[in-house]
């Protein structure tokens, strides 16, 4: 029973039992953690954001730039959803308009996108992956 409460304890604070002697060690380095590439982190494909809600949109920046953060749907411009972040700003909160798409007779949309812009050269961009934007929930 002492074992197993020992071993409750080690789950759950963290705790390890003493580290192997150096011989027995593994001498091969961790690998170093990967960089995020640069792009948007969310919303990934196959999200559903439903209009209304409130959804937190998270991107790293490929520049040291002022960037614009945009919507499109289809083809179609959406508008800005912010203007001249500063570089060190890497997410939002962004309320999705109802209307967003029902405003155009759809019940959803599943060619919506995000567009991160460089705000110094509109020629450089990043767009999200498409995702999905519902209706209003009751």
Do not use: Y
């Not at 196959?46 to 409130?54: K, L, M, Q, R």
């Not at 909160?93 to 996108?113: H, I, K, M, Q, S």
Request: with cysteine.
């Amino acid at each position: 029973m002492r074992r197993l409460w020992a071993l409750l304890l080690i789950g759950v604070l963290g705790c390890a039992p003493e580290p192997a002697p150096p011989s027995s060690r593994s001498t091969t380095p961790e690998p170093a953690s990967q960089p995020v590439a640069a792009g948007f982190l969310s919303p990934r494909a196959g999200d559903v954001w439903a209009e209304g809600s409130v959804q937190v949109v998270r991107w790293k920046a490929p520049w040291s730039t002022q960037v614009h953060v945009e919507a499109a749907m289809g083809g179609k411009d959406k508008g800005h959803l912010a203007m001249n972040l500063d570089p060190g700003v890497d997410s939002l909160a962004w309320r999705v308009p109802v209307g967003f798409v029902t405003g155009f007779g759809l019940a959803r949309a599943d060619n919506v996108r995000l567009r991160l812009e460089n705000a110094e050269d509109a020629s450089q961009f990043v767009d999200s992956d498409t995702f999905t934007v519902t209706g209003a929930e009751p």
